[in-house]
Protein backbone atom coordinates (compact mmCIF):
# COMPACT_ATOMS: atom_id res chain seq x y z
CA UNK A 1 0.00 0.00 0.00
CA UNK A 2 1.42 3.30 -1.45
CA UNK A 3 1.35 6.60 1.13
CA UNK A 4 0.89 8.71 -1.95
CA UNK A 5 -2.45 7.44 -3.41
CA UNK A 6 -3.45 7.72 -7.27
CA UNK A 7 -6.10 6.96 -9.49
CA UNK A 8 -5.03 2.97 -10.97
CA UNK A 9 -5.72 4.57 -14.52
CA UNK A 10 -6.69 7.37 -16.48
CA UNK A 11 -7.50 7.53 -19.87
CA UNK A 12 -8.10 10.32 -22.76
CA UNK A 13 -8.25 11.10 -26.33
CA UNK A 14 -5.42 12.51 -28.69
CA UNK A 15 -5.57 16.45 -28.34
CA UNK A 16 -7.42 16.12 -25.15
CA UNK A 17 -6.19 17.16 -21.76
CA UNK A 18 -5.99 14.65 -18.49
CA UNK A 19 -4.88 15.65 -14.73
CA UNK A 20 -3.73 12.59 -12.54
CA UNK A 21 -4.00 13.15 -8.59
CA UNK A 22 -1.51 12.42 -6.10
CA UNK A 23 -3.46 12.47 -2.44
CA UNK A 24 -1.11 12.45 0.49
CA UNK A 25 -1.44 13.43 4.15
CA UNK A 26 -0.68 16.52 6.43
CA UNK A 27 2.93 14.78 6.35
CA UNK A 28 3.71 14.87 2.65
CA UNK A 29 2.07 16.69 0.38
CA UNK A 30 0.37 19.46 2.22
CA UNK A 31 3.08 20.19 3.86
CA UNK A 32 6.08 19.89 1.57
CA UNK A 33 6.49 22.00 -2.08
CA UNK A 34 8.98 18.72 -3.12
CA UNK A 35 6.33 16.70 -5.44
CA UNK A 36 7.87 15.41 -8.38
CA UNK A 37 6.12 13.50 -11.24
CA UNK A 38 7.63 10.46 -13.32
CA UNK A 39 6.70 9.16 -16.09
CA UNK A 40 7.80 5.27 -17.05
CA UNK A 41 7.74 3.56 -20.38
CA UNK A 42 8.35 0.01 -20.38
CA UNK A 43 11.80 -1.34 -21.00
CA UNK A 44 13.28 2.52 -21.16
CA UNK A 45 14.65 4.36 -18.72
CA UNK A 46 12.14 6.34 -16.16
CA UNK A 47 12.16 9.96 -17.13
CA UNK A 48 11.56 13.54 -14.69
CA UNK A 49 8.51 15.47 -15.75
CA UNK A 50 7.94 17.61 -12.67
CA UNK A 51 9.93 18.58 -9.81
CA UNK A 52 9.10 20.87 -6.52
CA UNK A 53 5.53 20.45 -7.63
CA UNK A 54 5.63 22.89 -10.81
CA UNK A 55 9.01 22.91 -11.81
CA UNK A 56 9.77 21.29 -15.46
CA UNK A 57 13.79 20.52 -16.46
CA UNK A 58 14.98 21.58 -19.66
CA UNK A 59 14.24 19.22 -22.66
CA UNK A 60 10.50 18.80 -20.65
CA UNK A 61 7.75 19.50 -23.25
CA UNK A 62 5.41 22.26 -21.81
CA UNK A 63 2.44 19.86 -22.10
CA UNK A 64 3.26 18.21 -18.80
CA UNK A 65 2.23 20.72 -15.82
CA UNK A 66 1.87 20.13 -12.30
CA UNK A 67 0.33 21.87 -9.12
CA UNK A 68 -0.98 21.52 -6.10
CA UNK A 69 -3.87 21.82 -3.59
CA UNK A 70 -3.75 21.23 0.13
CA UNK A 71 -3.11 17.43 0.30
CA UNK A 72 -3.23 16.50 -3.28
CA UNK A 73 -0.62 17.52 -6.05
CA UNK A 74 -1.58 16.86 -9.53
CA UNK A 75 -0.13 16.63 -13.24
CA UNK A 76 -1.56 18.13 -16.52
CA UNK A 77 -1.25 16.41 -19.84
CA UNK A 78 -2.38 18.99 -22.75
CA UNK A 79 -2.59 18.23 -26.40
CA UNK A 80 -2.64 14.18 -25.69
CA UNK A 81 -0.36 12.64 -27.68
CA UNK A 82 -0.39 8.48 -28.61
CA UNK A 83 3.32 8.34 -27.01
CA UNK A 84 2.22 9.85 -23.88
CA UNK A 85 0.88 6.62 -23.41
CA UNK A 86 2.61 5.09 -20.05
CA UNK A 87 2.73 4.83 -16.40
CA UNK A 88 3.55 8.26 -14.11
CA UNK A 89 4.10 8.67 -10.94
CA UNK A 90 4.19 11.04 -7.88
CA UNK A 91 6.78 11.14 -5.29
CA UNK A 92 6.98 13.38 -2.29
CA UNK A 93 9.08 14.03 0.59
CA UNK A 94 8.00 13.15 3.86
CA UNK A 95 8.14 14.84 7.53
CA UNK A 96 10.22 11.66 8.31
CA UNK A 97 12.99 13.13 6.27
CA UNK A 98 12.25 10.09 3.49
CA UNK A 99 11.04 10.00 0.10
CA UNK A 100 7.96 8.07 -1.02
CA UNK A 101 5.79 7.41 -4.06
CA UNK A 102 2.14 7.16 -5.30
CA UNK A 103 1.11 3.91 -6.30
CA UNK A 104 1.34 4.79 -9.80
CA UNK A 105 -1.09 5.82 -12.88
CA UNK A 106 -1.39 3.87 -16.03
CA UNK A 107 -2.48 6.37 -18.87
CA UNK A 108 -3.86 5.29 -21.68
CA UNK A 109 -4.36 7.12 -25.26
CA UNK A 110 -7.78 5.88 -26.95
CA UNK B 1 25.17 13.14 -22.01
CA UNK B 2 25.09 11.27 -18.84
CA UNK B 3 24.18 7.63 -18.83
CA UNK B 4 23.65 5.25 -15.54
CA UNK B 5 23.43 1.25 -16.78
CA UNK B 6 22.38 -1.47 -13.74
CA UNK B 7 24.36 -4.83 -14.15
CA UNK B 8 23.90 -7.74 -11.84
CA UNK B 9 24.70 -11.08 -11.81
CA UNK B 10 21.62 -12.70 -12.44
CA UNK B 11 18.48 -14.29 -9.84
CA UNK B 12 19.36 -14.64 -6.19
CA UNK B 13 18.40 -17.71 -3.62
CA UNK B 14 16.09 -17.24 -0.67
CA UNK B 15 18.14 -15.77 2.45
CA UNK B 16 21.14 -14.88 -0.12
CA UNK B 17 22.65 -11.45 -1.34
CA UNK B 18 20.94 -9.19 -4.00
CA UNK B 19 24.21 -7.58 -5.47
CA UNK B 20 24.07 -4.83 -8.17
CA UNK B 21 26.45 -2.04 -9.40
CA UNK B 22 25.36 1.14 -11.58
CA UNK B 23 28.03 2.79 -13.75
CA UNK B 24 28.22 6.26 -14.76
CA UNK B 25 29.05 7.23 -17.59
CA UNK B 26 29.22 10.71 -19.53
CA UNK B 27 30.05 12.20 -15.97
CA UNK B 28 31.83 11.93 -12.69
CA UNK B 29 30.56 10.05 -10.05
CA UNK B 30 32.52 12.30 -7.68
CA UNK B 31 29.97 15.25 -8.15
CA UNK B 32 29.48 17.79 -5.45
CA UNK B 33 26.23 18.23 -6.83
CA UNK B 34 24.64 15.17 -6.85
CA UNK B 35 24.11 11.93 -4.59
CA UNK B 36 23.06 8.39 -6.11
CA UNK B 37 20.76 6.46 -5.35
CA UNK B 38 18.51 2.99 -5.97
CA UNK B 39 14.32 2.88 -6.72
CA UNK B 40 12.87 -0.54 -7.23
CA UNK B 41 9.60 -1.41 -8.30
CA UNK B 42 8.04 -5.23 -8.05
CA UNK B 43 6.43 -6.58 -10.61
CA UNK B 44 2.99 -5.26 -10.69
CA UNK B 45 3.55 -2.65 -7.96
CA UNK B 46 5.08 0.56 -7.76
CA UNK B 47 7.87 2.33 -6.85
CA UNK B 48 9.85 2.33 -3.70
CA UNK B 49 12.93 4.14 -2.74
CA UNK B 50 16.28 2.07 -1.73
CA UNK B 51 18.26 4.00 -0.17
CA UNK B 52 21.06 7.04 -1.51
CA UNK B 53 24.89 7.81 -1.40
CA UNK B 54 27.15 10.33 -2.19
CA UNK B 55 30.58 10.32 -3.50
CA UNK B 56 32.52 9.83 -0.51
CA UNK B 57 30.19 7.10 0.63
CA UNK B 58 27.65 8.99 2.91
CA UNK B 59 24.64 7.03 2.85
CA UNK B 60 20.73 7.34 3.80
CA UNK B 61 18.69 4.36 3.53
CA UNK B 62 14.87 3.70 3.68
CA UNK B 63 13.89 2.73 7.55
CA UNK B 64 11.74 0.10 5.85
CA UNK B 65 15.15 -1.95 3.91
CA UNK B 66 17.91 0.12 6.32
CA UNK B 67 18.58 -3.36 8.36
CA UNK B 68 19.56 -5.26 5.48
CA UNK B 69 20.97 -2.56 2.84
CA UNK B 70 24.16 -1.86 2.57
CA UNK B 71 25.93 0.90 -0.39
CA UNK B 72 28.87 1.18 -1.65
CA UNK B 73 31.08 3.77 -4.33
CA UNK B 74 33.82 3.14 -6.14
CA UNK B 75 34.85 6.41 -7.88
CA UNK B 76 37.91 5.17 -9.64
CA UNK B 77 35.37 2.58 -11.66
CA UNK B 78 32.98 5.72 -11.42
CA UNK B 79 30.28 3.19 -10.29
CA UNK B 80 28.54 3.07 -6.96
CA UNK B 81 26.38 -0.34 -5.89
CA UNK B 82 23.68 -2.07 -3.97
CA UNK B 83 23.65 -4.75 -1.42
CA UNK B 84 20.20 -6.45 0.01
CA UNK B 85 21.04 -9.63 2.26
CA UNK B 86 18.64 -11.82 3.38
CA UNK B 87 16.57 -11.94 0.83
CA UNK B 88 13.00 -13.07 0.06
CA UNK B 89 10.59 -13.27 -2.65
CA UNK B 90 9.47 -9.73 -1.62
CA UNK B 91 12.80 -8.88 -2.97
CA UNK B 92 11.62 -9.38 -6.12
CA UNK B 93 11.71 -6.31 -8.12
CA UNK B 94 13.18 -4.49 -11.32
CA UNK B 95 16.31 -2.52 -9.55
CA UNK B 96 16.66 0.97 -11.01
CA UNK B 97 19.63 3.65 -10.28
CA UNK B 98 19.31 7.15 -10.41
CA UNK B 99 21.14 10.52 -9.81
CA UNK B 100 19.46 12.92 -7.23
CA UNK B 101 19.36 16.55 -7.11
CA UNK B 102 18.72 17.55 -2.78
CA UNK B 103 16.14 19.27 -2.21
CA UNK B 104 17.06 22.55 -0.90
CA UNK B 105 15.18 25.33 1.48
CA UNK B 106 16.73 28.46 0.58
CA UNK B 107 19.92 26.84 -0.50
CA UNK B 108 20.20 24.86 2.74
CA UNK B 109 19.99 21.32 1.86
CA UNK B 110 16.81 19.79 3.50
CA UNK B 111 18.28 16.28 4.77
CA UNK B 112 21.17 15.07 1.94
CA UNK B 113 20.68 12.01 0.34
CA UNK B 114 16.65 13.07 0.17
CA UNK B 115 15.47 14.54 -3.36
CA UNK B 116 14.05 13.92 -6.87
CA UNK B 117 15.61 11.70 -9.54
CA UNK B 118 16.69 13.76 -12.30
CA UNK B 119 18.22 11.05 -14.82
CA UNK B 120 17.84 7.19 -14.02
CA UNK B 121 18.91 4.04 -15.77
CA UNK B 122 16.84 1.51 -17.57
CA UNK B 123 16.60 -1.22 -14.70
CA UNK B 124 17.31 -4.56 -14.18
CA UNK B 125 15.10 -7.23 -13.27
CA UNK B 126 16.38 -9.63 -10.02
CA UNK B 127 14.31 -12.65 -9.39
CA UNK B 128 14.56 -14.11 -5.86
CA UNK B 129 13.60 -17.66 -6.16
CA UNK B 130 14.82 -21.34 -5.01
Known amino acids: QSALTQPASVSGSPGQSITISCTGTSTDVATYLYVSWYQLHPGKAPKLLIYEVSSRPSGVSNRFSGSKAGNTASLTISELQAEDEADYYCHSYTSSSTLEFGGGTKLTVL | QLQLQESGPGPVKPSETLSLSCTVSGGSISSTSYYWGWIRQPPGKGLEWVGS???????YYSPSLQSRVTMSVDTSENLFSLRLRSVTSADTAVYYC??????????????????????WGRGTLVTVSS
Open chain 2, 98 to 119: ARIINYTILGVVLKSGVGYFDL
Open chain 2, 53 to 59: IYHTGST
